[in-house]
């Protein structure tokens, strides 16, 4: 599995556990999402549907955000955190073992007034043939932690350890945690 497909079934779990009775629906592959930015669909009893954006983050050693902010450089394509219709950005560090839920709309608020005091990064993206670049600016946790209260931080279980297990430690995030992970390389952001 995955980093984006483990980092959906995390969010999947905390959404479904969060609110009893609510359903998720997957909409990653259906084209009446894509161009808005939404992985998932909450449903809550309530009957409000909420859209959720989900990215995965499987570097080690980082503490930041990647914002994109140009999908394709090459066909000058705008970004999924400017452009996504979401509710919740829910950003998954899957080394760290942690599910950050960020009200998209508040963060993107705070973030474009600063978004020249962010250093811009390139990544890039082999499918097939093709090659394109994103761009994404790079923002420390703690920036949108401190300015952006409704910010939550959930810990994932760790490696081995049943749902169970995670609950009586303490950590509130259930569901198993990906089989053994194969190291992967580290990318510039």
């Known amino acids: 599995m995955g980093a984006a497909d483990r980092a959906v ?32 669909l909450w449903e809550l009893p309530s009957g409000e549907v909420r859209g959720i954006e989900v990215k995965g983050d499987r570097q080690p050693r980082r503490r930041r955000y990647f914002f994109e902010l140009v999908s394709n450089l090459e066909r000058d394509t705008p970004g999924c955190f400017l452009y996504s219709g979401a509710d919740l950005l829910m950003y998954v560090f899957l080394a760290q073992g942690e599910l950050h839920v960020l009200p998209l709309k508040a963060v993107r608020e705070w973030f474009l007034p600063r978004a020249k005091s962010y250093e811009l990064r390139h990544t890039f993206t082999q499918t097939g043939a093709i090659r394109y670049t994103t761009v994404g600016a790079v923002v420390p946790v703690k920036d949108v932690q401190e300015a952006v209260p409704e910010v939550k931080f959930i810990p994932l279980p760790r490696r081995g350890r049943t749902a169970e297990e995670a609950q009586s430690a303490g950590e509130e995030m259930p569901g198993q945690p990906p089989a053994q992970e194969k190291p992967e390389e580290d990318v510039p952001y």
């Open 9 to 40: 079934q995390y969010a999947r779990n905390w959404l479904l556990v969060t609110e009893p009775g609510s359903r998720v629906h997957d909409v990653q592959e259906d084209p009446r999402f894509q161009h808005r930015g939404v992985d998932l």
